[in-house]
């Protein structure tokens, strides 16, 4: 299920965009103890030259906007995850075995240029 | 778009073989769901967590498995005149392990049913032995292999943990070794005589409640740094 981004002009701008994948919608929730299910964020948005003077962005951003803005041939600067965390999962494996286990670096909390 | 979804890849992602299909849920040990809360409590508020540690049980490790016991009884009829109380072949199916990662835990779980000041019973002896001859399966009355854990319980009720480390390696270390383990209760009722205790009832309750489990912990060293390392 996605989560409505709130309106107004960021819209477009570089953000995390809330998406939720559920373990039912799956049929896993026969196997999955815990949790429901997990959330699949993604960055997406426009870095535009302004955007990256603030707002979590890298320094490289910068000076790849101030370049895109000199030379349009310079790809833009992009939108990516800057802080991920991980998820943590209990589940039954073929085995009958009750498996407690953990993925790094897969939800996305943060997103910047 | 779920329609679209490839499970096979996600569950390949999640090093997963294939979808398992439990048909029945496992009862979640304490210690797992207290872990799992704690890891997802520190993940919600964005602390950071050392994912290749286990703190409640204090070894290091990013994979934890309870294996269910897939022996069975033996003789359940009513004590017999040595006092045994209760005999059982446990069995713990280490297929799921693989050899990547490093053992660093085997804990087996002998849970002797609900704490009660109701069923306080006589004092028992628990002996705890590898099975390392396959004939031992098929006997009615098995000679215990190497002893691994002679203890007297008073009361028997609650959990009872033994370390295994030792023996889960030596079955990892070729699956042909892995016969199991003879477990074997006495019942001393000689030691309350004078008080009324029910040995028999002793005996049915613990067949009726025992419930064994292997907890496994393993640690993936292409997931987990060596934390010297890391602290540097």
New interface residues.
Partial sequence: AAIPVPKGSCRNLCHRHQLFISFR??G?H??V???KGFMANYCHGDCPFSMTTYLNSSNYAFMQALMHAVDPNVPKAVCIPT?L????????????????????DM?V?ECGC | QTSKFQDYDLLRFLDLEKEPSAHRFQPVPRVLRKVFQAREAAAAGGASQDLCYVKELGVRGNLLRLLPDHGFFLNTQKPSQDGSCLQKFLYFNLSAIKEKGKLTMARLTLDLGPRSYYHLGPEVVVALSVIEDRGMWGQSHPKPGRMLALQSVLGPQGPLHFNLQGVVKDWNSSRRKNLGLYLEILANEDRYSGVNFQVENTCDRLIRSLHASLLVVTLNPEHCQPSSRKRR
């Avoid at chain 1, 999962?89 to 009958?96: A, E, K, P, S, V």
């Fill in positions: 919608d799956l896993w026969k196997w103890i815990a949790p802080k965390s991980p998820i943590s999962m209990l589940y039954q494996d073929n085995d009958d075995n009750v498996v407690l286990r953990h993925y790094e939800v909390d």
